[in-house]
């Protein structure tokens, strides 16, 4: 018996794809989930013109509609659901402000200049029908490769245990979900990097048949009068949030992770946390002050 893997770049990030093969049938299912991920990835990526969300784009402001069969309206719905909860702000048309920072973070487009680009932002400007999906202003823009990575992930793992895989884990970026343990029993490990003093730590998490969501990074912030700011950025005003810098969350899939992970980090610090311990899910959150918080803080 012996562990086969793959490791490819799919919707733009680092892919790996493990499986236990005890009956000589890896090397196809291998095949199989990396087809999916380029099916979904030529369905939703940004970065394909072909893709619904790009359709989406290309028609903004036109009232031309992109129909969505039942996985795209699904997956819309689950997007609304996180507007929603995040009461506005986890919104996936902001990408269009990045634009108006540098690679540090700081501003370097007018305040003038901001405020036209903010006129731009807003799910709410995403209109559903029967017929199809339609941005209703000019130059707005959605990016859902934040959303669809997790549930892609997802979906592989229901096509291996479909096929009766009991050894499995598969990655992208910061999404992880795993089928049981390694094939040998040991557990599987998932590193993460956390603050320790002037530089950082790595501490391994124990992920067996769960999912995982990493949402932020406090080792990537902007510095503004002194505070550490993350990357996320305000679709009300194009301002940093004064959230939570990085968040992990763990759940029975990554998807769920992934949301509970999305929605902390976008809300203040003190809120973020309450809202987190309310949960009962596994999970870590480093503040402002590059303080641990949480059960897995404690694994280190």
């Not at 970065?47 to 790009?54: F, R, T, V, W």
């Not at 503004?224 to 969350?249: C, K, M, T, W, Y």
Request: proline share 3%; net charge neutral.
């Amino acid at each position: 018996m012996k562990k086969n893997e793959i490791r490819f770049r799919c919707f733009g990030k680092a892919c790996r794809i493990a499986i236990g093969d005890n009956n000589g049938g890896s090397a196809d299912l291998l095949a199989l989930c990396q087809a999916e991920l380029a099916r979904l990835e030529a369905k939703f990526s940004t970065h394909l013109p072909d893709s619904i969300p790009s359709q989406i784009n290309q028609s903004s402001g036109t009232g031309s509609c992109t129909p969505l069969d039942a996985e795209a309206r699904s997956l819309f719905h689950f997007v609304d659901a996180l507007w929603e909860e995040s009461e506005h702000i986890f919104d996936p048309t902001t990408r269009i402000i990045s634009g108006c920072y540098d690679s540090s973070g700081k501003l370097i487009a007018s305040q003038g200049h901001l405020e036209q680009v903010l006129k731009l932002v807003g799910w709410r400007n995403l209109e559903i029908s029967a017929e199809g999906a339609y941005l209703t202003s000019a130059g707005t823009l959605i990016d859902l490769n934040n959303c669809v990575r997790p549930y892609a992930l997802d979906s592989l793992r229901k096509i291996l245990l479909k096929h009766g895989v009991q050894n499995a884990l598969i990655e992208m970026d910061q999404d992880v979900v795993t089928i049981g343990k390694q094939l040998d029993g040991a557990n599987w490990l998932v590193g993460v990097r956390i603050p320790q003093g002037s530089s950082a730590a790595i501490i391994r998490l124990k992920l067996n048949h769960r999912g995982f969501a990493l949402r932020g990074d406090f080792e990537q912030i902007t510095l503004h009068n002194g505070e550490r700011f993350g990357r996320a950025l305000s679709p009300v005003d194009g301002q940093a949030i004064a959230g939570l810098l990085s968040v992990i969350v763990i759940a029975d899939n990554c998807l769920t992770a992934c949301s509970v992970a999305s929605i902390a980090r976008l809300k203040t610090e003190a809120v973020g946390i309450q809202w987190l311990e309310s949960l009962g899910l596994p999970w870590m959150a480093v503040d402002r002050q590059l303080n641990c918080h949480g059960p897995l803080a404690a694994k280190g």
